[in-house]
Protein backbone atom coordinates (compact mmCIF):
# COMPACT_ATOMS: atom_id res chain seq x y z
CA UNK A 1 0.00 0.00 0.00
CA UNK A 2 1.05 3.44 -0.47
CA UNK A 3 1.13 4.85 2.65
CA UNK A 4 1.53 8.77 3.16
CA UNK A 5 0.10 11.47 5.66
CA UNK A 6 -3.05 11.94 3.92
CA UNK A 7 -4.22 8.36 5.23
CA UNK A 8 -7.68 8.41 6.73
CA UNK A 9 -7.66 6.87 9.80
CA UNK A 10 -10.52 7.21 12.64
CA UNK A 11 -9.88 5.56 16.26
CA UNK A 12 -12.64 6.80 19.04
CA UNK A 13 -11.49 6.28 22.25
CA UNK A 14 -13.89 6.41 24.97
CA UNK A 15 -12.12 6.11 28.92
CA UNK A 16 -14.21 5.74 32.18
CA UNK A 17 -12.74 5.78 35.59
CA UNK A 18 -13.95 1.73 35.88
CA UNK A 19 -13.44 -1.04 33.51
CA UNK A 20 -17.07 -0.43 31.65
CA UNK A 21 -17.32 -0.06 28.19
CA UNK A 22 -18.74 2.59 26.41
CA UNK A 23 -19.97 2.72 22.96
CA UNK A 24 -19.06 5.29 20.55
CA UNK A 25 -21.33 6.23 17.44
CA UNK A 26 -19.51 7.21 13.79
CA UNK A 27 -20.26 8.06 10.18
CA UNK A 28 -19.31 4.86 7.87
CA UNK A 29 -16.27 7.36 7.05
CA UNK A 30 -14.52 7.05 10.77
CA UNK A 31 -13.22 3.72 12.13
CA UNK A 32 -14.70 4.01 15.87
CA UNK A 33 -13.47 2.13 18.98
CA UNK A 34 -14.23 2.82 22.51
CA UNK A 35 -12.71 1.00 25.61
CA UNK A 36 -12.77 0.82 29.52
CA UNK A 37 -10.70 3.27 31.97
CA UNK A 38 -7.93 2.29 33.91
CA UNK A 39 -8.06 0.51 37.45
CA UNK A 40 -10.09 2.93 38.89
CA UNK A 41 -7.19 5.56 40.05
CA UNK A 42 -8.53 8.52 37.76
CA UNK A 43 -11.62 10.48 38.50
CA UNK A 44 -13.81 12.26 36.58
CA UNK A 45 -11.71 14.83 35.43
CA UNK A 46 -10.02 12.42 33.58
CA UNK A 47 -12.63 10.34 31.68
CA UNK A 48 -12.27 11.03 28.02
CA UNK A 49 -14.74 11.19 25.02
CA UNK A 50 -12.66 10.17 22.56
CA UNK A 51 -8.90 10.16 20.35
CA UNK A 52 -8.29 9.98 16.77
CA UNK A 53 -5.51 8.14 15.08
CA UNK A 54 -5.97 9.39 11.39
CA UNK A 55 -6.11 11.94 8.72
CA UNK A 56 -9.94 13.37 8.57
CA UNK A 57 -12.41 15.54 10.78
CA UNK A 58 -14.02 13.86 13.28
CA UNK A 59 -17.05 13.35 13.97
CA UNK A 60 -16.84 12.42 17.40
CA UNK A 61 -19.22 10.13 19.89
CA UNK A 62 -22.77 10.64 19.81
CA UNK A 63 -22.70 10.78 23.73
CA UNK A 64 -19.15 12.91 24.32
CA UNK A 65 -18.75 15.81 21.75
CA UNK A 66 -20.03 18.57 24.38
CA UNK A 67 -17.17 20.97 26.28
CA UNK A 68 -18.13 17.93 29.12
CA UNK A 69 -17.89 14.54 29.47
CA UNK A 70 -20.68 12.28 30.55
CA UNK A 71 -18.82 11.90 34.00
CA UNK A 72 -18.15 15.45 34.23
CA UNK A 73 -14.54 16.08 33.51
CA UNK A 74 -13.28 18.87 31.01
CA UNK A 75 -12.38 17.39 26.96
CA UNK A 76 -10.40 18.68 24.66
CA UNK A 77 -7.40 20.06 27.15
CA UNK A 78 -3.44 19.89 27.33
CA UNK A 79 -2.04 17.96 28.99
CA UNK A 80 -0.81 19.67 32.97
CA UNK A 81 1.32 19.13 35.38
CA UNK A 82 -1.74 17.21 37.75
CA UNK A 83 -3.00 15.37 34.68
CA UNK A 84 0.52 14.28 34.09
CA UNK A 85 2.61 11.11 35.20
CA UNK A 86 6.01 10.16 34.94
CA UNK A 87 6.48 6.81 32.82
CA UNK A 88 7.71 4.05 35.09
CA UNK A 89 11.09 4.04 35.91
CA UNK A 90 11.53 0.68 34.38
CA UNK A 91 9.76 1.78 31.12
CA UNK A 92 7.00 -1.13 31.37
CA UNK A 93 3.84 -0.40 29.86
CA UNK A 94 1.91 -3.85 29.98
CA UNK A 95 3.10 -7.23 30.24
CA UNK A 96 -0.56 -8.64 29.78
CA UNK A 97 0.08 -10.91 32.86
CA UNK A 98 -2.18 -8.95 35.60
CA UNK A 99 -3.43 -6.00 36.82
CA UNK A 100 0.27 -4.20 38.12
CA UNK A 101 2.01 -5.83 34.81
CA UNK A 102 2.68 -2.11 33.57
CA UNK A 103 1.12 1.19 33.75
CA UNK A 104 -2.14 1.03 34.13
CA UNK A 105 -3.90 1.53 30.97
CA UNK A 106 -7.45 0.12 29.81
CA UNK A 107 -7.16 -3.30 30.41
CA UNK A 108 -10.22 -3.70 27.49
CA UNK A 109 -8.74 -3.54 24.75
CA UNK A 110 -9.58 -1.49 21.79
CA UNK A 111 -10.57 -3.03 18.41
CA UNK A 112 -11.62 -1.05 15.93
CA UNK A 113 -13.63 -0.25 13.85
CA UNK A 114 -17.09 -1.80 15.55
CA UNK A 115 -18.21 -3.96 12.79
CA UNK A 116 -16.95 -7.79 11.76
CA UNK A 117 -13.85 -6.08 9.89
CA UNK A 118 -12.26 -5.44 13.53
CA UNK A 119 -9.81 -7.90 14.64
CA UNK A 120 -10.39 -10.24 17.52
CA UNK A 121 -8.08 -9.95 20.58
CA UNK A 122 -7.28 -12.33 23.47
CA UNK A 123 -4.42 -12.03 26.09
CA UNK A 124 -3.46 -15.45 25.93
CA UNK A 125 -0.44 -16.99 28.27
CA UNK A 126 0.57 -13.11 29.63
CA UNK A 127 0.39 -11.64 25.53
CA UNK A 128 -1.79 -9.71 23.59
CA UNK A 129 -3.19 -11.94 20.71
CA UNK A 130 -4.51 -10.71 17.35
CA UNK A 131 -6.06 -12.20 14.56
CA UNK A 132 -7.58 -10.50 11.53
CA UNK A 133 -9.68 -12.05 8.40
CA UNK A 134 -11.48 -9.49 6.58
CA UNK A 135 -12.36 -9.11 3.14
CA UNK A 136 -11.27 -6.19 0.98
CA UNK A 137 -14.05 -4.18 -0.34
CA UNK A 138 -14.16 -1.33 -2.62
CA UNK A 139 -12.91 1.25 -0.22
CA UNK A 140 -9.38 1.32 2.13
CA UNK A 141 -10.24 0.02 5.22
CA UNK A 142 -8.03 0.71 8.79
CA UNK A 143 -8.72 -1.76 11.43
CA UNK A 144 -6.72 -2.14 14.07
CA UNK A 145 -5.56 -2.22 18.32
CA UNK A 146 -5.17 0.10 20.36
CA UNK A 147 -3.98 0.99 24.25
CA UNK A 148 -4.82 4.22 25.40
CA UNK A 149 -3.63 6.05 29.14
CA UNK A 150 -6.46 8.05 31.41
CA UNK A 151 -4.04 10.94 31.78
CA UNK A 152 -1.20 12.45 29.75
CA UNK A 153 2.21 10.35 30.34
CA UNK A 154 5.59 12.40 30.23
CA UNK A 155 8.09 9.53 28.56
CA UNK A 156 10.88 12.50 27.83
CA UNK A 157 13.39 9.84 29.90
CA UNK A 158 12.95 7.29 26.59
CA UNK A 159 13.82 7.30 23.51
CA UNK A 160 10.42 5.22 21.96
CA UNK A 161 8.54 2.53 22.19
CA UNK A 162 9.47 -1.25 21.79
CA UNK A 163 7.56 -4.81 21.82
CA UNK A 164 8.04 -7.97 21.18
CA UNK A 165 6.08 -9.31 18.15
CA UNK A 166 5.37 -12.74 16.50
CA UNK A 167 3.28 -13.67 13.51
CA UNK A 168 2.45 -13.43 9.98
CA UNK A 169 -0.30 -10.64 8.12
CA UNK A 170 -0.62 -11.55 4.33
CA UNK A 171 -2.80 -9.25 2.42
CA UNK A 172 -2.89 -6.10 4.01
CA UNK A 173 0.28 -4.08 5.64
CA UNK A 174 1.11 -3.39 9.23
CA UNK A 175 1.71 -0.44 10.88
CA UNK A 176 2.80 0.71 14.72
CA UNK A 177 1.97 4.07 16.09
CA UNK A 178 1.57 6.72 19.27
CA UNK A 179 0.03 9.54 20.08
CA UNK A 180 0.53 12.74 22.14
CA UNK A 181 -2.12 15.40 22.48
CA UNK A 182 -1.29 17.82 19.67
CA UNK A 183 -1.20 15.18 17.12
CA UNK A 184 -5.09 14.03 18.60
CA UNK A 185 -7.93 15.37 16.68
CA UNK A 186 -9.92 17.80 19.52
CA UNK A 187 -13.21 17.56 17.81
CA UNK A 188 -13.29 13.79 18.52
CA UNK A 189 -14.57 14.93 22.24
CA UNK A 190 -10.87 13.77 23.93
CA UNK A 191 -10.20 14.88 27.44
CA UNK A 192 -6.81 15.63 25.98
CA UNK A 193 -6.43 17.11 22.99
CA UNK A 194 -5.10 20.12 21.15
CA UNK A 195 -5.02 19.27 17.57
CA UNK A 196 -6.88 20.49 14.65
CA UNK A 197 -9.54 18.70 13.13
CA UNK A 198 -7.97 15.83 11.01
CA UNK A 199 -4.88 15.80 13.35
CA UNK A 200 -3.75 12.15 13.59
CA UNK A 201 -0.47 10.67 14.57
CA UNK A 202 2.82 9.42 13.05
CA UNK A 203 3.20 6.09 12.10
CA UNK A 204 5.89 3.38 11.08
CA UNK A 205 5.42 0.16 9.37
CA UNK A 206 6.29 -3.14 10.52
CA UNK A 207 7.32 -4.91 7.52
CA UNK A 208 7.15 -9.04 6.51
CA UNK A 209 10.72 -9.48 7.21
CA UNK A 210 10.36 -8.46 10.56
CA UNK A 211 7.96 -10.87 11.71
CA UNK A 212 8.67 -14.41 12.06
CA UNK A 213 6.98 -17.35 14.48
CA UNK A 214 9.84 -16.80 16.87
CA UNK A 215 9.19 -13.55 18.83
CA UNK A 216 11.62 -10.17 18.19
CA UNK A 217 11.72 -6.92 19.47
CA UNK A 218 10.98 -3.91 17.55
CA UNK A 219 12.27 -0.45 18.10
CA UNK A 220 10.02 2.28 17.50
CA UNK A 221 12.00 5.46 18.33
CA UNK A 222 9.89 8.47 18.63
CA UNK A 223 11.58 10.55 16.28
CA UNK A 224 11.86 7.72 13.81
CA UNK A 225 8.21 7.61 12.50
CA UNK A 226 8.34 6.78 8.79
CA UNK A 227 4.99 8.39 7.81
CA UNK A 228 4.26 12.09 9.71
CA UNK A 229 1.16 12.40 11.46
CA UNK A 230 -1.00 15.78 10.96
CA UNK A 231 0.70 18.09 12.07
CA UNK A 232 3.69 17.84 10.39
CA UNK A 233 5.56 17.70 13.77
CA UNK A 234 7.73 15.51 16.55
CA UNK A 235 6.08 13.99 18.63
CA UNK A 236 6.22 15.47 21.93
CA UNK A 237 7.09 12.97 24.10
CA UNK A 238 5.72 14.85 27.88
CA UNK A 239 2.61 14.09 26.77
CA UNK A 240 1.92 10.73 25.47
CA UNK A 241 -1.46 10.03 25.02
CA UNK A 242 -2.03 6.27 23.12
CA UNK A 243 -0.31 3.74 21.00
CA UNK A 244 -1.16 0.79 18.85
CA UNK A 245 -1.23 -1.23 16.10
CA UNK A 246 -2.75 -1.29 12.57
CA UNK A 247 -3.90 -3.22 9.45
CA UNK A 248 -3.96 -1.27 6.01
CA UNK A 249 -6.31 -3.17 3.97
CA UNK A 250 -6.13 -2.13 0.51
CA UNK A 251 -9.27 -1.18 -1.95
CA UNK A 252 -9.51 -4.02 -4.09
CA UNK A 253 -12.48 -5.11 -6.73
CA UNK A 254 -10.84 -9.08 -6.31
CA UNK A 255 -12.08 -9.36 -2.35
CA UNK A 256 -8.95 -10.54 -0.99
CA UNK A 257 -8.58 -10.76 2.63
CA UNK A 258 -6.46 -9.53 5.16
CA UNK A 259 -5.13 -12.01 7.14
CA UNK A 260 -2.88 -12.10 10.24
CA UNK A 261 -2.03 -13.75 13.40
CA UNK A 262 -0.44 -11.48 15.54
CA UNK A 263 1.30 -11.76 19.25
CA UNK A 264 2.90 -8.96 21.27
CA UNK A 265 4.00 -8.70 24.48
CA UNK A 266 6.24 -6.79 26.60
CA UNK A 267 5.40 -3.27 25.39
CA UNK A 268 7.85 -0.39 27.48
CA UNK A 269 9.35 2.89 27.03
CA UNK A 270 13.27 1.99 25.80
Same mark, same amino acid.
Given at each position: ?18 ? #?? +????? =??? @???? *????? &?? $?? %?????? #?? +????? =??? @???? *????? &?S $?? %? ?27 ? %? ?24 G ?37 S???S ?18 T ?7 G ?67 T ?7
Amino acid at each position: MNCSNRHHIRVLLSFISTF #GL +AQACS =SND @TRAV *SAGGA &TG $TY %GADEAQ #GG +ASVGG =SSA @TGSS *SQTSS &TS $TT %GGAIGRDCTPSSTVLAPSDGLIASFSDVD %GGMEFAKRTIEYPFDASAPKVTIDAGSLHITQNAPATSSNQYTGVAIGFGHCVDATAFTGVEFSISGSVSGCTMKYFSGDVAHQDSTTGAAYATGAAGAYQPQSPITSSQLSTAPATLRMPFNGYAFAGEPQTPLDVGKIILLGWQFDIEASAAGSNCVADITIDDVRFY
